[in-house]
């Protein structure tokens, strides 16, 4: 799949600039930096709320407990993957969107943010999975990851037979075929297996015939952490994957922008299908 048309910058001082664009870029630009640094505020005042581990309830909220909700309908429990040096606080603004809609059974998972590779954070992920089907009798989840957390949970789907239980696959902002962003990162090695042509991108990029998992991958084009942009589309022959491009939206936004939230509804709605898709969709 080739993506055209897409401006790859976010910050101007950091990323090329096309002068005839600059006057129409600059407010859409001004935007969205200004949404990126509203949320990393609200999420640095959140993120001690995430790091203890959650509880999971006994049971469903009763009705008439003064929210509107819609319908609770039958449906997979939705699993929530954060990024690198993250935690499940940043989903705190999707999880009410999604329990809003019908969405009751949401679990997130925190991995420790000393962890060094993507393979072992995905069998954690899978124990972890294998815990919550044992507990609701739900043979199969949903799951949203986002930017590392989408990483694992595709190496999960793909790669350790996680197809099995996941049905639907959304990423936010994911390195599929690994991002050169913030070179002096590399200390790190869960940042190197992100980089294009590291072992874990080249295991992600072998054949994986009769992978049952549906894919659906949001990538920006003011994502800031995406270099280049592409790589955070899922491009493989052997899995039913739909990329959807949202608009004016930076990295740390696309957990929690309704637009995006209305995206992921939609996509854990759908029913599985059987046709590999081959569109895309826009969101601005």
Request: glycine share 8%; proline share 8%; net charge positive.
């Given at each position: 799949?080739?993506?055209?048309?897409?401006?790859?910058?976010?910050?101007?001082?950091?990323?090329?600039?096309?002068?005839?664009?600059?006057?129409?870029?600059?407010?859409?630009?001004?935007?969205?930096?200004?949404?990126?640094?509203?949320?990393?505020?609200?999420?640095?005042?959140?993120?001690?709320?995430?790091?203890?581990?959650?509880?999971?309830?006994?049971a469903l909220p009763a009705p008439g407990d003064g929210t509107a909700r819609l319908?609770?309908?039958?449906?997979?429990?939705?699993?929530?993957?954060?990024?690198?040096?993250?935690?499940?606080?940043?989903?705190?603004?999707?999880?009410?969107?999604?329990?809003?809609?019908?969405?009751?059974?949401?679990?997130?998972?925190?991995?420790?943010?000393?962890?060094?590779?993507?393979?072992?954070?995905?069998?954690?992920?899978?124990?972890?999975?294998?815990?919550?089907?044992?507990?609701?009798?739900?043979?199969?989840?949903?799951?949203?990851?986002?930017?590392?957390?989408?990483?694992?949970?595709?190496?999960?789907?793909?790669?350790?037979?996680?197809?099995?239980?996941?049905?639907?696959?959304?990423?936010?902002?994911?390195?599929?075929?690994?991002?050169?962003?913030?070179?002096?990162?590399?200390?790190?090695?869960?940042?190197?297996?992100?980089?294009?042509?590291?072992?874990?991108i080249e295991e992600l990029a072998r054949p994986a015939p009769g992978c049952r998992?549906?894919?659906?991958?949001?990538?920006?084009?003011?994502?800031?952490?995406?270099?280049?942009?592409?790589?955070?589309?899922?491009?493989?022959?052997?899995?039913?994957?739909?990329?959807?491009?949202?608009?004016?939206?930076?990295?740390?936004?696309?957990?929690?922008?309704?637009?995006?939230?209305?995206?992921?509804?939609?996509?854990?709605?759908?029913?599985?299908?059987?046709?590999?898709?081959?569109?895309?969709?826009?969101?601005?």
């Amino acid at each position: 799949m080739k993506v055209t048309g897409v401006l790859p910058l976010f910050f101007p001082s950091c990323r090329r600039l096309w002068p005839g664009r600059l006057a129409g870029l600059s407010l859409t630009l001004l935007r969205a930096t200004a949404l990126e640094a509203a949320i990393l505020a609200g999420h640095l005042l959140l993120y001690p709320t995430g790091l203890i581990r959650e509880r999971h309830p006994a049971a469903l909220p009763a009705p008439g407990d003064g929210t509107a909700r819609l319908p609770v309908r039958p449906a997979p429990p939705v699993v929530l993957l954060h990024g690198f040096i993250d935690n499940r606080s940043v989903f705190v603004l999707l999880r009410r969107a999604l329990a809003q809609h019908g969405r009751q059974r949401v679990e997130s998972l925190n991995y420790s943010p000393l962890t060094c590779d993507i393979r072992t954070a995905a069998e954690l992920l899978g124990r972890h999975v294998e815990e919550i089907c044992a507990r609701t009798g739900s043979a199969r989840v949903d799951i949203v990851g986002h930017s590392l957390g989408g990483l694992i949970a595709r190496y999960y789907a793909q790669c350790l037979g996680g197809d099995l239980r996941v049905r639907t696959l959304v990423t936010l902002g994911t390195p599929h075929s690994g991002t050169r962003v913030a070179p002096l990162a590399d200390a790190h090695p869960i940042v190197r297996q992100m980089r294009p042509g590291s072992a874990v991108i080249e295991e992600l990029a072998r054949p994986a015939p009769g992978c049952r998992t549906r894919f659906v991958s949001l990538w920006s084009d003011l994502d800031s952490l995406m270099d280049p942009l592409e790589t955070a589309c899922l491009d493989h022959p052997d899995l039913d994957a739909h990329n959807v491009r949202v608009s004016g939206i930076g990295h740390l936004a696309l957990p929690v922008h309704p637009a995006v939230a209305a995206v992921i509804r939609e996509a854990l709605d759908a029913p599985h299908p059987g046709d590999r898709s081959t569109g895309g969709l826009t969101v601005a």
